[in-house]
């Protein structure tokens, strides 16, 4: 009976598997351990484990709107979608709010670096511009008259 028992665990062996893995933090195999199951102990692991798990994709979504990185935030945020739940809109907006700060002072710190090194690289302005009139081999500059 042990062999068959680990090749073929009951409903309950599953779930306590599952809260074992939940406990190390393995939330995505936690819920794979236990979707199949309809109990409420197991709706309460895959409840928990998609929180969590939502909750790590947009906290690496922040991280990569620090980092600048564009096309991670969007698939860690796609990731997260997929797990959210009603009750979850308040976290979602948070990190949403958050992660479009983030974007608006990358943007901003990118405009303020663009704007001081065309500052620095920018030819002079006007100049008054002197003429070298040369008179019986005797230079001496001339100024355009106003009108």
Same mark, same amino acid.
């Given at each position: *009976?042990? %062999? +068959?028992? =680990?090749?073929?665990?009951?409903?309950?062996?599953?779930?306590?598997? !599952?809260?074992?893995?939940?406990?190390? @933090?393995?939330? !995505?195999?936690?819920? +794979?351990?236990? +979707? @199949?199951?309809?109990?409420?102990?197991? &709706? !309460?692991? #895959?409840?928990? $484990?998609?929180?969590?798990?939502?909750?790590?994709? +947009?906290?690496?979504?922040?991280? =990569?709107?620090?980092?600048? @990185?564009?096309?991670?935030?969007?698939?860690? /945020?796609? /990731?997260?979608?997929?797990?959210?739940?009603?009750? *979850?809109?308040? /976290?979602?907006?948070?990190?949403? &709010? @958050?992660?479009?700060?983030?974007?608006?002072? %990358?943007?901003?710190?990118? $405009? !303020?670096?663009?704007?001081?090194?065309?500052?620095?690289?920018?030819?002079?302005?006007?100049? &008054?511009?002197? &003429?070298? #009139?040369?008179?019986?081999?005797?230079?001496?500059?001339?100024?355009?008259?106003?009108?």
């Amino acid at each position: *009976m042990g %062999l +068959l028992s =680990w090749l073929f665990p009951s409903e309950s062996d599953r779930v306590a598997k !599952a809260a074992a893995l939940l406990d190390r @933090d393995a939330f !995505a195999d936690a819920r +794979l351990e236990v +979707l @199949d199951i309809d109990t409420p102990e197991a &709706r !309460a692991i #895959v409840e928990k $484990a998609e929180r969590a798990l939502a909750e790590h994709n +947009l906290d690496a979504a922040l991280s =990569w709107a620090r980092a600048g @990185d564009v096309e991670r935030v969007q698939i860690h /945020l796609e /990731l997260a979608n997929q797990f959210k739940r009603p009750d *979850m809109d308040d /976290l979602f907006r948070d990190k949403h &709010r @958050d992660i479009r700060g983030v974007r608006d002072s %990358l943007r901003a710190a990118q $405009a !303020a670096r663009e704007a001081s090194s065309a500052q620095r690289h920018r030819p002079p302005g006007p100049q &008054r511009q002197q &003429r070298t #009139v040369v008179v019986a081999e005797r230079t001496r500059p001339c100024r355009r008259r106003r009108r």
